[in-house]
């Protein structure tokens, strides 16, 4: 079972809706991969075509292609996303965007042994998977398993970071 946390909202939280994060990790090759998922509700006053234009928006302003290639957080120092890990909690950062989580053990462990977590970034809503509610695998699987997940969404090899000097 996964659970997921809604975020701090951006500036303009009416435009993107709820956005909501959460962790999770799965066999690959090399050993278990550390994912973290972040994606709207789609309840934006607006509709959620609102809140997807709205988070492309945002994402892109970040330098962060939508359906794009994968963006290497290792070669890019300066980039506008961070995640720090630290107290068995994640939190991720960027301009707009600043979300919690409290990810499972295996995954703090594979963030431990890689050294990065794999984020999916989405701008397609996910209205079904309310924050602080449990999710099935098979859930999940459903919703990012499907090219409409992963075609309108920034994917980023993202740096663990840690307090410890």
């Known amino acids: 079972m996964t659970s997921s946390t809604s975020a701090t909202r951006p500036s303009r939280p009416a435009d993107l809706g709820t956005l909501v994060v959460m962790a999770w990790s799965g066999e690959a090759p090399g050993g278990d991969m550390p994912y973290l998922l972040a994606y709207t509700l789609g309840d934006a006053p607006a509709g959620p075509e609102a ?3 709205a988070l492309r928006n945002m994402l892109e302003s970040n330098g962060l292609p939508v359906g794009g290639d994968l963006v290497d957080g ?15 909690q994640a939190v991720v ?9 409290i990810p499972p053990p295996e995954w703090l462990a594979a963030v431990e042994a890689r050294g990065y977590a794999y984020f999916v970034f989405t701008t397609r809503p996910w209205p079904e998977a309310l924050p602080g509610r449990p999710l099935t695998p098979e859930a999940l699987a459903a919703f990012v398993g499907t ?10 090899v993202l740096p663990a970071r840690t307090l410890r000097g």
Do not use: K, W, Y
Request: glycine letters at 2%; aromatic letters at 2%.
């Open 74 to 88: 290792n070669a890019r120092p300066n980039l506008p996303v961070s995640m720090l890990v630290q107290a068995e």
């Open 51 to 53: 809140a997807s234009a």
């Open 93 to 101: 950062s960027m301009p707009g965007f600043n979300a919690q989580c």
């Open 147 to 156: 090219d409409e997940t992963l075609n309108s969404a920034a994917h980023i």
